[in-house]
């Protein structure tokens, strides 16, 4: 009996030790197959890889790096795949790395606490290694973005075969340098694989002036006639650009010319009326000016320098009221009526030069720089009553009263010359000058004016002489094509519209 027992003890320890080895062996199959499995809470950068098996980890984070960046230029997507920047992942330094860190949980050393139920495998925790080439990107944005989709500034450009000009425009360039950190950002984002490219707006380049003087040279020398001599004074107040060339049989002479000054003599009467009325004129005042500069009346002219200026010399006041303002070539030396007699025998650096000599009247002259400088100084003085006439005159003349010669100006309505190159609606404070000479024929005709435009003003002036006789429908076609040339320039047409 005593026997049976032990052989059953031992029968019963082999057993337990059979079934501990067993649960052992297992306990260790569990540890290995665990071991393969990443502890929860686990990431790879902001990949959540817990409970995935190693092979598993990655799969994620690659898929996502593979996919294409998308790119915004303005208005236009592009997409690009990183490979193009030279981008990798570095997916076998994360895979050793993993592995190193499971192995270290996994290690033996902590078996025996798994196997009592004491080992908890702390999470790991892995940083994301990524490498890309800057020159790369650098050079996919010179070489394919640049020459796409930027575009260059242009500047208004005349119009081939015709008068005018097309409107400039605007362009875009890219940013690189900022637009490269774009793209790396985008790049190792998970959050957006967006990248919108730094884009610089290029204002549209200043007009080149110069393009419009040769622009109406040639248009005079398709429209005047043989012997004809045209001068052209242009003013740019918003940028201070400006040109005065005169033109005769297709080539250039030298400008400031001495021309009769005919209607347009009357600013310089109507300047220094303003001067001398201390007060607001009165109903009959106003009505002569009102007579004198929209309908260009010598009466009227007359009896504001007798009543208003002053005496048998108030054309002499006007020349010297000219003089202070620096106008050496505008000059009036006697009245409109017939019969006036001359007060004095002007000379100018204008009509005492040898080279040209177009005959102007004694009674009065101009060039046409003078007359279209001198209105550019009332013009400025109405803006903000800077420039000459305040400072020439102060107290006398003053910002009110230029605006209000500039109100007369602009009540001269007339459908020819300067008005007529200009369209329907166009505001131009102008003064207009014509007059059959003691031939009886028409020689001289001249335009001064302030055009108002949605692109800013200008100041014109255009004075014309023929040897024989001026056709006035010839003279007017030549300056409404100037007229209309100049407000072409300011006012160009898109490129759509002139298809």
């Known amino acids: 009996m005593e026997g049976k027992t032990k052989a059953g003890f031992i029968f019963i320890s082999i057993s337990l030790f059979f079934f501990a080895g067993v649960l052992f062996f297992i306990s260790i199959q569990e540890y290995q197959k665990q071991s393969q499995i990443i502890p929860s809470d686990s990431t790879i950068g902001p990949f959540s890889i817990g409970e995935l098996e190693i092979s598993q980890a990655l799969v994620e984070p690659k898929t996502f790096f593979q996919q294409p960046v998308m790119l915004s230029y303005q208005d236009q997507l592009i997409q690009v795949s990183p490979e193009i920047f030279d981008f990798h992942l570095d997916l076998n330094s994360l895979e050793s790395d993993l592995k190193s860190q499971m192995e270290n949980i996994y290690s033996n050393k902590n078996f025996f606490p798994y196997l009592f139920g004491k080992f908890h495998a702390e999470p790991i925790h892995l940083e994301l290694k990524m490498s890309w080439s800057q020159q790369k990107i650098r050079d996919y944005l010179i070489n394919e973005i640049v020459p796409r989709y930027d575009k260059p500034a242009k500047a208004k450009q005349p119009i081939l075969n015709g008068s005018g000009f097309l409107a400039g425009e605007f362009g875009f360039a890219l940013d690189i340098d900022s637009s490269i950190q774009t793209i790396e950002k985008a790049l190792v984002s998970v959050e957006s694989r967006f990248a919108v490219l730094s884009v610089t707006r290029i204002d549209e380049p200043k007009a080149i002036i110069n393009n419009l003087e040769t622009q109406l040279k040639q248009l005079i020398d398709q429209i005047q006639e043989q012997g004809q001599i045209t001068e052209v004074v242009l003013i740019d107040p918003s940028t201070g650009d400006t040109f005065d060339f005169a033109r005769q049989n297709q080539k250039d002479v030298p400008p400031e010319i001495s021309f009769t000054a005919a209607s347009t003599i009357k600013i310089p009467i109507m300047i220094s009326s303003f001067r001398i009325m201390d007060e607001e004129p009165d109903a009959t005042t106003k009505k002569q000016l009102s007579l004198m500069i929209t309908e260009s009346k010598n009466e009227q002219t007359d009896w504001m320098m007798e009543n208003i200026i002053g005496g048998n010399l108030a054309p002499l006041t006007v020349t010297d009221d000219m003089r202070k303002l620096g106008y050496k070539n505008i000059f009036l030396a006697g009245y409109f ?163």
């Open 337 to 499: 009526y017939l019969g006036a007699p001359l007060l004095d025998i002007i000379e100018t650096p204008a009509n005492t030069r040898t080279d040209i000599n177009l005959k102007p009247d004694m009674y009065n002259q101009t060039t046409a720089k003078d007359m279209t400088n001198l209105l550019f100084d009332l013009y400025q003085c109405s803006q903000d009553g800077s420039g000459k006439l305040t400072e020439v005159f102060p107290k006398k003349i003053t910002q009110t009263e230029c605006s209000s010669m500039i109100d007369l100006l602009k009540r001269n309505h007339l459908p020819y010359l300067i008005s007529a190159g200009v369209p329907d609606g166009t505001v131009v404070a102008h003064k207009h000058g014509w007059i059959e000479e003691s031939d009886g024929l028409l020689h001289t005709m001249s335009n001064v004016g302030i055009v108002y435009t949605p692109n800013g003003d200008y100041i014109l002036g255009i004075y014309t002489y023929h040897p024989e006789n001026l056709i006035f429908e010839e003279g007017n076609k030549l300056f409404t094509q100037i007229s209309a040339a100049v407000y072409g320039y300011f006012v160009p047409i898109s490129e759509k519209s002139s298809e």
